[in-house]
């Protein structure tokens, strides 16, 4: 039988993503042994685990004393483990790793340290699978060198619960007086530390508003020693009715017993929420400044599972900053994630999962009427993202050019979506026909891969109605391969992608690289926009091809006919145009494929554009035969 350990020397949040590793080694070898090391404070999302055979937990201060960790090696070496994944990538677990003797060891691809294991696996900065973060994503890819036959892995985390356990949940929740008529929300009023969460006066008028306009019973999850804070959010309630403060867990598990039972919960990201996904509830997450979405926004899909971030309304106060820096002014900054967005997207969450209430005229947020357009073929992997984020949109519609794979069935259940099929010629009639069916003046024409933060949309929003301009631009950051390339030829590309209906069309000089030719004021949008372009070189060179194809008709109708120049010089022009000129070198190997890659779409462009000249030579001939 083999062996396997996971060592995950951090918090509950961390421990329960590696849990899934444990999931996934036993789906790819039924008959594995699987132990967990991990911190005493954390062992309780893992009690019960079917695929976790064993625990072995510390103390997190013991770990620190070299004895300790030593002892802790040897015992790990005496087991003979055949497999250890390390997680967590810290000195301690890479001194275990190391001396566990085990024949695979297997961790992230760091340097200095990457000879410590057998197999490396390179982390990455944004998720491509449906969990949406990378705490998830990263974790599940260390078992990639051990899945040869690519089995699908397993990405929801989970909590289990004994029958009895639950039983006692319950009971809890009745001695407490709760009224199970009502539907329970779980609110976390505060992060690790009062200074890492969510102003307290702002959760007070949170709280205060959902107990007035909302029929849930309110727990409060907070340690003993925040009680001064509990009081504080009480002190401005205008009634304690549905609030059971006095209902809180003695213990991480005790808690899970009692969150099993609530409905949803809202708060500051942490432990608390990862736990809530773990039991599949709808959450609300509130991000301290420092921690990001991206990271630890996993499943969140703007309906089940939502979350604000100080990014939405000022990312260039983010963008400007290091993680430390923000960590360090968190206390000041964190005030300008203020009351009325947080508590606008939590209204938006709770009725989007508990239906809709009858709030007062000056709550509810009135959107202009703007039209959201996009042409799609073959876009099953992006298409609920952008349909989650064209929530500002009165109207969606999606021409599509004959679609084979599931892009339809997901697009045709949004209620808000008109879907047509329409046979494709190009790329600027294709578009310009989108634009004529918009009903609305105002209209947004987004790429299917590309991903709108909710800065831009907040700002497209107010400039909307503003009305100051008729068309906007908006600079684009790249990412290709899921790296940022900040070179390239790539570093000033913006387009518009905010317009008015009756003063912008694509021009109709291009088939390709189409661009709007506005007859009105132009202006630039502040927030950029984020272009997830092509996940492998394959896929880009396809892209390129096709666009070699388009633009090969444009030169056709021109009457240009390709020489020496065009297939020798363009390319090789081309190419030191992206890499020398537009400083892709600096982009690494991912700056040297683009620019190659342009270079042999340019030698295609005239390839394609010569075998035109050819058959119109061949079809001449047939014809005076």
């Known amino acids: 039988m083999k062996k396997a350990l996971i060592i995950q020397n951090k918090f509950i949040g961390d421990v329960l993503a590696s849990s899934l590793i444990a999931e996934n080694l036993k789906q790819i070898f039924p008959d594995i042994r699987v132990d967990f090391f991990c911190y005493k404070p954390a062992l309780s999302v893992l009690e019960n685990n079917p695929f976790i055979d064993r625990i072995i937990d510390f103390n997190q201060k013991d770990l620190k004393k070299i004895s300790v960790l030593n002892y802790y090696a040897n015992m790990i070496r005496e087991e003979r483990y055949d497999i250890v994944i390390d997680p967590y990538a810290k000195l301690q677990s890479r001194f275990i790793t190391l001396k566990s003797g085990a024949s695979r060891r297997i ?4 340097p200095f340290f990457k000879y410590i294991y057998t197999d490396r696996v390179e982390k990455e900065k944004f998720s491509t699978s449906r969990a949406n973060c990378t705490a998830i994503d990263n974790r599940v890819s260390l078992v990639l060198p051990l899945n040869p036959k690519k089995m699908r892995l397993k990405l929801d985390m989970k909590i289990y619960l004994t029958d009895e356990e639950k039983a006692e949940g319950r009971k809890i ?27 307290i006066d702002y959760m007070s008028k949170l709280i205060a508003h959902i107990h007035k306009y909302y029929d849930f019973n309110i727990l409060f999850n907070y340690t003993p020693d925040q009680k001064e804070v509990v009081d504080k959010i009480m002190a401005v309630q205008p009634s304690s009715e549905k609030i059971y403060t006095h209902i809180i867990g003695k213990s991480v598990r005790e808690f899970l017993k009692i969150l099993y039972h609530c409905d949803a919960f809202i708060g500051n990201e942490g432990g608390a929420v990862n736990m809530s996904k773990g039991f599949d509830l709808p959450t609300f997450s509130i991000y301290s400044p420092h921690k990001f979405p991206v990271d630890w926004g996993c499943y969140e899909d703007n309906f089940k599972h939502m979350s604000v971030h100080l990014q939405d309304l000022d990312k260039k106060l983010i963008n400007t900053h290091t993680d430390k820096q923000l960590l360090r002014k968190t206390p000041k900054i964190y005030r300008k994630l203020n009351y009325d967005y947080v508590r606008s997207e939590t209204d938006k969450f709770l009725q989007n999962n508990f239906g809709e209430v009858d709030l007062p005229e000056n709550l509810i947020p009135e959107l202009p009427k703007i039209s959201a357009l996009l042409i799609t073929y073959n876009e099953e992997r992006n298409i609920q993202k952008f349909l989650d984020e064209a929530w500002y949109a009165d109207e969606i519609i999606i021409v599509d050019s004959e679609s084979t794979d599931r892009t339809a069935e997901i697009a045709k259940k949004h209620p808000k979506v008109r879907f047509i099929v329409r046979k494709f010629d190009n790329f600027t009639d294709q578009k310009n026909f989108a634009i004529e069916q918009a009903r609305n003046e105002w209209a947004t024409f987004f790429d299917a891969d590309e991903r709108i933060p909710k800065a831009l949309i907040y700002e497209m929003i107010d400039e909307v109605k503003k009305d100051e301009a008729d068309a906007f631009f908006v600079y684009r950051r790249f990412y290709f391969m899921n790296k940022y390339i900040k070179h390239s030829g790539w570093q000033n590309d913006k387009v518009i992608r905010l317009f008015k209906k009756s003063k912008n069309r694509y021009g109709s000089g291009r088939l390709v690289h189409e661009l709007i030719d506005s007859q009105g004021k132009t202006k630039f949008l502040r927030n950029k926009l984020d272009h997830y372009s092509y996940f492998s070189v394959e896929e880009y060179d396809r892209k390129l091809t096709q666009y070699s194809m388009l633009r090969a008709k444009e030169l056709y109708i021109k009457k240009l006919k390709p020489n020496v120049f065009h297939f020798w010089i363009k390319p090789w022009y081309r190419f030191m ?39 119109e030579k061949e079809n001449k001939k047939r014809k005076k035969k």
Do not use: Q
């Open 107 to 110: 961790s992230y691809d760091k």
């Open 173 to 199: 929740l009745e001695e407490g007086g709760l009224d199970f008529n009502r539907k329970t929300l779980m609110i976390g009023i505060m992060g690790s530390s009062e200074e890492k969460s969510w102003p």
């Open 577 to 615: 145009h992206h890499y020398v000129l537009r400083l892709g070198i600096l982009d690494g190997g991912e700056g040297y494929i683009i620019s190659k890659l342009h270079a042999h779409s340019v030698f295609k462009r005239y390839l394609f554009l010569s075998k035109m000249w050819e058959n």
